[in-house]
Nanobody, 124 residues
Framework: EVQLVESGGGLVQAGGSLRLSCAAS????????IGWFRQAPGKEREWVAC????????YYTDSVKGRFTISSDHAKKTVDLQMNSLKPEDTAVYYC?????????????????WGKGTLVTVSS
C-alpha cells in the first residue's frame, strides 16, 4: 500500500524557516517523482516543488525559487522541503504527492498518491 506521511508544519513568523518531511512507503522510491504542493483556504491546490528520484532533477514554482529547497534521501525514502524566508502568502496546507514517473510532475491532477497534509502558518 502506497503511503505518504507529511510532518514538520507549524506556526512561524515571517522571515522564519520550517523543514517539511514526506515519508514514503509501499512503492519503489527510485521509480517515482515526488512533489510538494500546497492549498491555501479558498484556493486550488498548486505545485510548489518536485523532484525526480531517478536523476534528482528538481523544479520550483517561481514564487519559491531561492527560498525553498527540495531534497530526497533514497535510503530513508523521504523527501524534504526546506523553506526559508517564509512569507504570510506561504500559509497553506502542504501536501506530498507521488506518481510513477522518471520526470518531475508539476500538475496536481497527474499525481496518483497523496498524503494528508501538514499545515504551515506564517504570521506577519
Amino acid at each position: 500500500e502506497v503511503q505518504l506521511v507529511e510532518s514538520g508544519g507549524g506556526l512561524v513568523q515571517a522571515g522564519g524557516s520550517l523543514r517539511l518531511s514526506c515519508a514514503a512507503s509501499g512503492f519503489t522510491f527510485d521509480d517515482y517523482a515526488i512533489g510538494w504542493f500546497r492549498q491555501a483556504p479558498g484556493k486550488e491546490r498548486e505545485w510548489v516543488a518536485c523532484i525526480s528520484n531517478s536523476d534528482d532533477t528538481r523544479y520550483y514554482t517561481d514564487s519559491v525559487k531561492g527560498r525553498f529547497t527540495i531534497s530526497s534521501d533514497h535510503a530513508k525514502k523521504t523527501v524534504d522541503l526546506q523553506m526559508n524566508s517564509l512569507k504570510p502568502e506561504d500559509t497553506a496546507v502542504y501536501y506530498c504527492g507521488a506518481e510513477r514517473s522518471p520526470y518531475p510532475i508539476l500538475e496536481p491532477l497527474f499525481m496518483s498518491y497523496w498524503g494528508k497534509g501538514t499545515l504551515v502558518t506564517v504570521s506577519s
